[in-house]
């Protein structure tokens, strides 16, 4: 059974760092992770292959963001620096079998109507 949980959100300040986590089962799959804004459509952000040797930005994060994945592949990281109140959103982890399904949610003009894998969401909130 195909699973999916995403940990590490909270209230941070501006400036500051967090790490989100994606546990996913099966663990082999590309991974990638998504916001949304209030008032705002879901927006990729970043997404990995699985064997994490490629990786895919959306331009409007570029240099802030960075995602990873641990040697065993069961885990999905997103780590977020110099927070801004502009990233304040839901953050979704999403997982599919072929990495250009998630490329394609990711790079703009974007489509995720294929990625079909969902976690639930988790709230940052940036704040002082």
């Known amino acids: 059974q195909l699973q999916i949980l995403e940990s590490g959100g909270g209230e941070v300040q501006p400036g500051g760092s967090l790490r989100l986590s994606c546990a996913t089962s099966?663990?082999?799959?590309?991974g990638g992770w998504f916001r949304q804004a209030p008032g705002k459509e879901r927006e990729g952000v970043a997404c990995?292959?699985?064997?994490?040797?490629?990786?895919t930005y959306a331009p409007s994060v570029e240099g802030r963001f960075t995602i990873a994945r641990d040697s065993d592949n069961h885990t999905v990281y997103l780590v977020i620096n110099d927070l801004k109140s502009e990233d304040t959103a839901v953050y979704t982890c999403?997982?599919?079998?072929?990495?250009?399904?998630?490329?394609?949610?990711?790079?703009?003009?974007?489509?995720?109507?294929?990625?079909?894998?969902w976690g639930r969401g988790i709230q940052v909130t940036v704040s002082s």
């Open positions: 099966p663990p082999h799959w590309a």
């Open positions: 999403a997982v599919a079998e072929n990495y250009q399904t998630l490329v394609a949610g990711v790079v703009p003009p974007t489509r995720q109507a294929e990625i079909r894998h």
């Open positions: 990995i292959s699985p064997s994490g040797t490629l990786t």
